[in-house]
């Protein structure tokens, strides 16, 4: 038998066995890395596996094992540069652990689509899954569910849960609003987020402490939806009053779209309004100006995920106290006040 016989169909493990002249029986040991094969053997069966493209089936490996080595990410919001940035860096940490992922994403974050996203993924044998679904009704909702496998939440900071894992948003939009009031501005607006979302409510909280702190009068946050083409409304809007020298963004898309509002009615960025925004999507250093924004490390907490996870599995992850703390990334379009 040679590698170009088994082409049209996927090749078997009894394939592998027969090209590599050992047993089947032994090709699942070199799978399962069993300590008794021989280096040479382990080496030639590999270098088959390799030759014909041989990928194991994973649910008869699980039965065997008793292990399916999944993680489940269940999703709210994978359209969102954060959420969607945080299941990249999910599954790369799980590579690297030699987990799969499997990811369900909510079609409804009603009570019903959220059981039948998390029955979805319990019916793979998921190990342990990771929540990363930024509305407060799915947090809520979850906390009524008995999971029988372990779970980490992505949240923002300011909740009492053992089982959260955030990036301190607060202390985010604090930054960003420390360096305006830094800068000299008083008159700050605040374009926040979706009133549902943890992260947009952390950020609001975020900003006005600090504005409190620093005893500067605010207004009350105006509430968006994440988008650019909100943003360049809302600055559309603003502007017919232009009250204001400095507007924080709750994400980097509405701060786009304030900027655009801003340099179409003929006004310049940042001498007559400073924006900051806050992800710092990859496009950020790229708008004109370039944006001053906050970002967050989502490889770093989509390591710490997994290594909870792998924790609680019994597999050594570590455990970490506190939130991961973002950086202030300042570029172009804040300065000083005119006046």
Not at 302 to 321: K, P, T
Request: include cysteine.
């Amino acid at each position: 038998m040679t590698v170009d016989s088994t082409r049209g169909r996927a090749p078997s493990i009894r394939d592998v066995a027969r090209l590599a002249g050992v047993s089947h029986q032994t090709v699942s040991r070199v799978l399962n890395d069993h300590p008794s094969i021989r280096e040479t053997t382990k080496a030639r069966v590999q270098q088959v596996m390799e030759d014909l493209q041989y990928r194991p089936n994973r649910a008869a490996r699980a039965l065997v094992k008793g292990r399916s080595r999944t993680i489940g990410v269940l999703s709210a919001s994978s359209s969102q540069y954060g959420p969607a940035s945080s299941i990249a860096a999910i599954q790369d940490a799980a590579r690297a652990a030699g987990f799969y992922v499997n990811t369900a994403n909510l079609t409804s974050i009603d009570r019903g689509g959220i059981e039948a996203a998390v029955d979805h993924l319990m019916s793979q044998a998921v190990e342990g899954i990771v929540v990363i679904a930024p509305q407060v009704r799915v947090s809520e909702t979850l906390a009524q569910l008995s999971l029988d496998v372990p779970f980490v939440t992505l949240q923002s900071t300011g909740r009492d849960d053992e089982h959260a894992l955030s990036v301190d948003q607060i202390a985010g939009a604090r930054m960003a609003t420390r360096h305006l009031i830094d800068l000299g501005h008083r008159d700050i607006y605040h374009l926040a987020g979706p009133q549902d979302w943890i992260e947009a409510e952390a950020r609001m909280r975020g900003f006005l402490a600090e504005m409190s702190a620093m005893d500067v009068p605010t207004t009350a946050p105006i509430l968006g939806d994440w988008t650019a083409e909100f943003g360049y409304y809302a600055g559309r809007e603003l502007l017919r009053v232009r009250d204001f020298t400095a507007i924080f963004s709750s994400n980097d898309q509405m701060a786009l779209g304030l900027m655009h509002a801003i340099r179409e009615a003929g006004l310049d960025i940042p001498r007559d309004v400073s924006i900051v925004g806050f992800d710092d999507i990859p496009e950020a250093a790229h708008f004109f100006p370039p944006l001053t924004t906050v970002r967050q490390d989502f490889p770093e907490l989509g390591r710490r995920c997994i290594s909870l996870l792998l924790g609680d599995l019994g597999e050594g992850g570590d455990a970490y106290a506190g939130a991961i703390v973002p950086a202030l990334i300042v570029r172009n379009s804040s300065g000083p006040p005119s006046f």
